[in-house]
């Protein structure tokens, strides 16, 4: 048991020196809502035992497919770090899960998982003692089967065919998950599946209630899973890349011209662009093509702007992905490689963007000036701010021959990149705001959309190539060392009390909840005739109340922004700081 005390030990002391400034931040954030999703289920423990199971069998989907969609999960302690100890597989196993238990994210799903503890004493004495070993077996077989699932992924990405199918994959399950009502309402399920109650996430509950063979095979599930996991450390070790083929030489007669064939080539080759590329494509077509199961094809003509969002968030941060490679532009005074990253991204993505824009809209007969207009307006903006957003907010990387058992795990800062996506996100689906001109003059709106495409394109590039010829040295030691240096110039949030920069924070990241999904997202909704949908809260409201709530939540968003920006107003109209 020495090994696997020290190697939580390890674990904690890594965590106690890694949480600090912006990951401090995204931790906290992340354990708010966390604690908030563990007290819904504590609630669904006093009131339905059904929603109950449902409510873990969501939580095993997180363990499982979130890890995996970050790109590897947590990898505090590798398996490589200690190859030369020579430990046999299970008790190296062994000691990972031990350390795999020492996390806020295992604290917070324990917190979840005492609602069997409440559902046991409802249920008696015996019940809430079972409910306590249950308990413990239940989290155990979570973060295993998180485990078993990661090195599952981290051996199938090794090659090409694995990265692509791994991306088809993810963008089918998280697109299906997303539209998990059109598959509900087909099926005509109006309650709680039955399938739910046997899944390995409700055997806890079911010990609870009294079948007691649930607890007995949590048990041999936990083992089965140990013996598997030690059986793929063991081919995560000594699992090798091969690649033979020749390749075609790169021609260019221009600096651009070089970096667009480097690029491209780059797309064809790197397991995690070629990840992301899929990625993207399944997301946009499950995602639009699950209504049909209702007999509607509706969103169909969006399929094309949702593939360009969904990889702009992917590749938002295209400089932390490559590594340290950037000094090799910056060996050459005054060089650039924005444009050429750019018109790459473009030649990627604008043929794939285009052609299912167009077979999504011939289907359903237009609407063509808007989504024309969208699909122009999308592509400028999204090749504009990829590098832009990279290079101000870059997340320091892993170079890419460095990367551990899972080629597409390319930073140790999963937070960092998780919020660069979801920026991502919001900020591209702006830039096509001025599409929406589509609306009211038709196929004149579609030069509106083209021209403030093109606009971002150029303004974006712009101001990507002045930050990366000002600051390109001290991008490059961020990417080197994974620090970021201390300013020279205070910032605005300088001198602020630790109480007015958690404040700031939470304002900051919580206030896009209220103004995106439950108000724009809820009103297009009420629009489209979309009521009882999901959490969203303003179509569920009566009709003559639906657009009020709406603009209600957007209000509160906006409100919440405005707080925080209150909140780090420059010091000359700040008062002084209170407290610490």
């Given at each position: 048991?020495?090994?696997?005390?020290?190697?939580?030990?390890?674990?904690?002391?890594?965590?106690?020196?890694?949480?600090?400034?912006?990951?401090?931040?995204?931790?906290?954030?992340?354990?708010?809502?966390?604690?908030?999703?563990?007290a819904?289920?504590?609630?669904?423990?006093?009131?339905?035992?059904?929603?109950?199971?449902?409510?873990?069998?969501?939580?095993?989907?997180?363990?499982?497919?979130?890890?995996?969609f970050?790109?590897?999960?947590?990898?505090?302690?590798?398996?490589?770090?200690?190859?030369?100890?020579?430990?046999?597989?299970?008790?190296?196993?062994?000691?990972?899960?031990v350390?795999?238990?020492?996390?806020?994210?295992?604290?917070?799903?324990?917190?979840?998982?005492?609602?069997?503890?409440?559902?046991?004493?409802?249920l008696?004495?015996?019940?809430?003692?079972?409910?306590?070993?249950?308990?413990?077996?239940?989290?155990?077989?979570?973060?295993?089967?998180?485990?078993?699932?990661?090195?599952?992924?981290?051996?199938?990405?090794?090659?090409?065919?694995?990265?692509?199918?791994?991306?088809?994959?993810?963008?089918?399950?998280?697109?299906?998950?997303?539209?998990?009502?059109?598959?509900?309402?087909?099926?005509?399920?109006?309650?709680?599946?039955?399938?739910?109650?046997?899944?390995?996430?409700?055997?806890?509950?079911?010990?609870?209630?009294?079948?007691?063979?649930?607890?007995?095979?949590?048990a041999?599930?936990?083992?089965?899973?140990?013996?598997?996991?030690?059986?793929?450390?063991?081919?995560?070790?000594?699992?090798?890349?091969?690649?033979?083929?020749?390749?075609?030489?790169?021609?260019?007669?221009?600096?651009?011209?070089?970096?667009?064939?480097?690029?491209?080539?780059?797309?064809?080759?790197?397991?995690?662009?070629?990840?992301?590329?899929?990625?993207?494509?399944?997301?946009a077509?499950?995602?639009?093509?699950?209504?049909?199961?209702?007999?509607?094809?509706?969103?169909?003509?969006?399929?094309?702007?949702?593939?360009?969002?969904?990889?702009?968030?992917?590749?938002?941060n295209?400089?932390?992905?490559?590594?340290?490679?950037?000094?090799?532009?910056?060996?050459?005074?005054?060089?650039?490689?924005?444009?050429?990253?750019?018109?790459?991204?473009?030649?990627?993505?604008?043929?794939?963007?285009?052609?299912?824009?167009?077979?999504?809209?011939?289907?359903?007969?237009?609407?063509?000036?808007?989504?024309?207009a969208?699909?122009?307006?999308?592509?400028?903006?999204?090749?504009?701010?990829?590098?832009?957003?990279?290079?101000?907010?870059?997340?320091?990387?892993?170079?890419?021959?460095?990367?551990?058992?899972?080629?597409?795990?390319?930073?140790?800062?999963?937070?960092?990149?998780?919020?660069?996506?979801?920026?991502?996100?919001?900020?591209?689906?702006?830039?096509?705001?001025?599409?929406?001109?589509?609306?009211?003059?038709?196929?004149?709106?579609?030069?509106?959309?083209?021209?403030?495409?093109?606009?971002?394109?150029?303004?974006?590039?712009?101001?990507?190539?002045?930050?990366?010829?000002?600051?390109?040295?001290?991008?490059?030691?961020?990417?080197?060392?994974?620090?970021?240096?201390?300013?020279?110039?205070?910032?605005?949030?300088?001198?602020?009390s630790?109480?007015?920069k958690?404040?700031?924070?939470?304002?900051?990241?919580?206030?896009?909840?209220p103004?995106?999904?439950?108000?724009?997202?809820?009103?297009?909704?009420?629009a489209?005739?979309?009521?009882?949908?999901?959490?969203?809260?303003?179509?569920?409201?009566?009709?003559?109340?639906?657009?009020?709530?709406?603009?209600?939540?957007?209000?509160?968003?906006?409100?919440?922004?405005?707080?925080?920006?209150?909140?780090?107003?420059?010091?000359?109209?700040?008062?002084?700081?209170?407290?610490?």
């Open positions: 048991m020495a090994v696997e005390l020290t190697m939580a030990r390890m674990k904690l002391a890594l965590l106690r020196h890694a949480l600090h400034g912006r990951r401090a931040q995204t931790a906290g954030t992340g354990v708010t809502l966390g604690l908030l999703c563990a819904g289920t504590l609630y669904l423990a006093v009131t339905d035992l059904d929603l109950l199971a449902a409510a873990y069998a969501v939580w095993l989907l997180g363990w499982v497919l979130g890890p995996i970050m790109g590897g999960g947590d990898e505090t302690l590798r398996p490589e770090y200690f190859a030369l100890l020579g430990l046999p597989p299970r008790r190296l196993a062994g000691g990972l899960l350390a795999a238990f020492v996390g806020l994210a295992p604290l917070v799903t324990l917190v979840a998982l005492g609602g069997l503890v409440v559902a046991g004493t409802r008696g004495a015996v019940a809430a003692l079972v409910a306590l070993p249950a308990m413990v077996l239940q989290l155990a077989v979570f973060v295993l089967l998180s485990k078993v699932a990661v090195a599952l992924v981290g051996l199938a990405v090794r090659t090409r065919p694995g990265a692509v199918a791994s991306g088809l994959l993810n963008g089918v399950l998280l697109a299906g998950l997303a539209q998990i009502w059109v598959f509900l309402v087909a099926l005509g399920q109006t309650g709680v599946p039955a399938v739910v109650h046997y899944l390995p996430s409700a055997w806890g509950l079911l010990a609870v209630q009294g079948r007691w063979w649930a607890l007995a095979a949590l041999a599930l936990l083992v089965l899973l140990l013996a598997v996991w030690a059986a793929l450390l063991g081919e995560r070790s000594g699992a090798t890349r091969r690649s033979g083929r020749a390749r075609r030489p790169m021609t260019a007669a221009t600096a651009d011209g070089a970096v667009v064939a480097k690029e491209l080539r780059t797309w064809s080759r790197d397991l995690v662009r070629n990840h992301q590329l899929t990625f993207a494509l399944a997301y077509v499950c995602f639009t093509a699950s209504p049909l199961l209702l007999g509607w094809n509706g969103m169909l003509p969006y399929t094309g702007p949702i593939f360009i969002v969904m990889a702009a968030a992917m590749t938002a295209v400089y932390g992905v490559d590594g340290t490679a950037l000094w090799l532009t910056l060996m050459m005074p005054g060089a650039s490689d924005v444009r050429g990253r750019q018109l790459a991204w473009l030649a990627a993505h604008a043929p794939v963007a285009l052609a299912l824009a167009g077979a999504g809209t011939a289907v359903t007969g237009g609407p063509w000036p808007l989504v024309l969208l699909t122009a307006a999308l592509l400028g903006g999204a090749a504009g701010l990829v590098p832009l957003v990279s290079v101000y907010l870059l997340v320091p990387g892993t170079d890419p021959h460095r990367r551990a058992g899972n080629p597409l795990r390319t930073s140790e800062d999963d937070g960092g990149l998780t919020g660069l996506a979801y920026l991502m996100l919001v900020l591209v689906v702006v830039t096509g705001a001025p599409a929406a001109a589509a609306l009211w003059w038709g196929w004149a709106g579609v030069a509106a959309g083209v021209v403030s495409g093109a606009a971002c394109w150029w303004g974006f590039g712009l101001l990507a190539e002045r930050r990366l010829r000002s600051h390109g040295p001290e991008l490059l030691d961020v990417m080197r060392t994974g620090r970021r240096p201390e300013p020279a110039v205070s910032s605005r949030v300088d001198g602020l630790r109480r007015r958690t404040l700031a924070w939470y304002c900051f990241g919580f206030g896009a909840i103004l995106v999904p439950q108000g724009i997202v809820a009103a297009v909704f009420v489209n005739g979309m009521l009882r949908h999901t959490w969203f809260v303003a179509t569920y409201m009566p009709q003559q109340l639906r657009y009020p709530v709406a603009f209600g939540f957007v209000l509160l968003g906006l409100a919440i922004y405005g707080a925080g920006l209150w909140i780090v107003r420059p010091a000359a109209r700040r008062d002084a700081p209170d407290g610490s």
